[in-house]
């Protein structure tokens, strides 16, 4: 059985959860104060434009992933080059996530513990899950998705009686440009990273398989513009740029009488569900572009090395909170750029332009028949 065979519902899921537990433990576009929510609309705006990309991209070279549609574009020499740039762009991914991990976990939940204990044991699940593939963590994927959605809905309602509508106003009191200022940072991390699940959707069954990128952005969005709205909502801009965390800071406000309260565990129960998924599908990404460098048939005996690779690199890197922060604030919108935009775009329209010469020498290959026969 194809270990990378997924179903339209669990491809959707995979997107959702990948970008809302992104959304949790990070609030990008927060220096735009009050109007941030107004950045996260946008954002996913601009992720649209790329969804269709790679949409088209799939409708052109069906059932390719990535690192096989560089390598027909590109050739051999510049697609593994361009390969290994990837590979490394995913590899550094997946360390920064659990680095956000466990600054969550020291800061929020268990500070008097070493980082690197509960984030090795969550590696730990991760090349498990990344052993049986994305078939698992898509099936995995779609059951989480129904306890996302219900801790989302519960949280959303028992806050309601906090929200205080003065918190967004005035809308774009301090003009357009904060607001634009911080979209580079709101677009690539998360919505950039949806070039991360076309190295791994390569064989989808079901219904609706050429709009999975289309709608996985519209409901993670919406639900990450409505993650933003609650927050501003109930703590406002002025403590929501103070916490290191604003949507878990928002989460512990929830209290209901003297029965509901106290739940804040839920929201980084929520990352850690959505967060095993992504580094998982980061570590299944890399893999597959060191396989595909060095012509190896499978990745699988890889996946180990390349998971403990990214523990050291996250423990080296980032060696605090602070430095993890400034790096996704300042560093990640310009070093994601090439992978989220730039080579996208290129590869699109060198394969358009292909396709299109391709189709091109076909008609006139058939209107040569054409002629032969009737001469």
């Known amino acids: 059985m194809n270990k990378d065979t997924v179903t339209t519902k669990q491809a959707v899921s995979l997107i959702i959860l990948t970008f809302l537990s992104s959304s949790i433990v990070a609030f990008p576009g927060i220096n735009a104060g009050k109007d941030a929510w107004i950045v996260k609309i946008i954002a996913v705006l601009i992720a649209l434009i790329f969804t269709f990309i790679y949409e ?115 809308v774009l009191f301090n003009g357009i440009k904060p607001v634009l200022k911080e979209i580079p940072l709101a677009f690539a991390f998360p919505y950039g990273e949806v070039v991360l699940f076309t190295t791994i959707f390569t064989n989808i069954k079901g219904k609706g398989k050429s709009k999975i990128y289309t709608i996985g952005i519209l409901i993670s969005g919406f639900l990450g513009v409505i993650l933003y709205l609650t927050t501003l909502l109930v703590i406002g801009e002025t403590l929501a740029k103070q916490a290191y965390f604003p949507i878990l800071t928002t989460v512990s406000h929830i209290n209901v009488g003297k029965f509901i309260q106290r739940i804040d565990i839920i929201a980084p129960l929520l990352f850690i569900l959505g967060g095993v998924i992504k580094v998982s599908i980061c570590i299944i990404a890399t893999s597959k572009g060191i396989a595909k460098i060095f012509s190896y048939k499978t990745y699988d005996f890889i996946i180990a090395p390349v998971a403990l690779m990214m523990f050291n690199v996250f423990i080296i890197n980032f060696k605090s909170i602070f430095e993890a922060t400034k790096w996704i604030d300042y560093i990640f919108p310009v070093y994601s750029l090439p992978f989220q935009v730039i080579i996208p775009i290129l590869l699109y329209i060198i394969a358009l332009v292909r396709k299109k010469l391709a189709d091109n020498r076909g008609d006139k290959k058939a209107d040569d028949n054409v002629l032969e026969y009737d001469s």
């Open 56 to 170: 088209q991209l799939m409708h052109i070279f069906p059932k390719k992933n990535l690192y096989e549609i560089l390598i027909e574009v590109f050739g051999k020499v510049i697609g593994n080059i361009v390969i290994m740039l990837y590979t490394i762009y995913f590899f550094i991914l997946g360390s920064l996530v659990l680095r956000r991990f466990g600054d969550m976990v020291n800061v929020v939940s268990i500070p008097e513990t070493p980082m690197i204990l509960p984030v090795f044991l969550m590696l730990l699940v991760c090349i498990l899950i990344s052993k049986y593939g994305v078939e698992i963590i898509g099936r995995w994927s779609e059951t989480t998705m129904l306890l996302f959605a219900g801790a989302l809905s519960l949280i959303i309602i028992f806050l309601v009686k906090d929200m205080r509508i003065n918190n967004l106003r005035p």
